[in-house]
C-alpha cells in the first residue's frame, strides 16, 4: 500500500505545474484527498483537498492558491491531481499528497486523521 506524489519541477515565475498522487494497493475513490506542502525552514501548511469520488465537487483551497491551482480527481487513473498555474517563488515547496476518511479544511491540521501518506515531490520556481 502506498501514496505517491510526482510532478515537480524547476519552473519560473508564472508557469505551470500538475502534479498527480498516485496509489497503489488502494483505491483512491474511498478517500478525500489533501495536498500539502512544506518550505524550507516552514512549518507544513494544507494546500487543497477534494472530496472521496461521490463527493468530488467539494473543494478547498488555501487563500493563497486560489484562482491559480486547480485539484482534481480522475476515477479511472486512480489519480488526484493538482494543476498549478500563475506559479510564484513563494510556492516553492515540497508538495504532498495524502488521504482521509474525513473532509473538511480542519483536518489539515490533525494528523492523526489521515490513513495514507505520500512522498513529496519539490517544486521549486525561480528565475
Known amino acids: 500500500v502506498q501514496l505517491q506524489a510526482s510532478g515537480g519541477g524547476l519552473v519560473q515565475p508564472g508557469g505551470s505545474l500538475r502534479l498527480s498522487c498516485t496509489a497503489s494497493g488502494f483505491t483512491l475513490n474511498f478517500y478525500n484527498i489533501y495536498w500539502f506542502r512544506q518550505a524550507p525552514g516552514k512549518e507544513r501548511e494544507g494546500v487543497s483537498c477534494i472530496g472521496s469520488n461521490n463527493n468530488n465537487e467539494t473543494t478547498y483551497y488555501l487563500d493563497s492558491v486560489k484562482g491559480r491551482f486547480t485539484i482534481s480527481r480522475d476515477s479511472t487513473k486512480n489519480t488526484v491531481d493538482l494543476q498549478m498555474n500563475s506559479l510564484k517563488p513563494e510556492d516553492t515547496a515540497v508538495y504532498y499528497c495524502?488521504?482521509?476518511?474525513?473532509?473538511?479544511?480542519?483536518?489539515?491540521?490533525?494528523?492523526?486523521?489521515?490513513?495514507?501518506w505520500g512522498q513529496g515531490t519539490l517544486v521549486t520556481v525561480s528565475s
Open positions: 495524502a488521504a482521509a476518511p474525513v473532509l473538511g479544511d480542519e483536518v489539515f491540521t490533525k494528523k492523526f486523521l489521515f490513513d495514507y
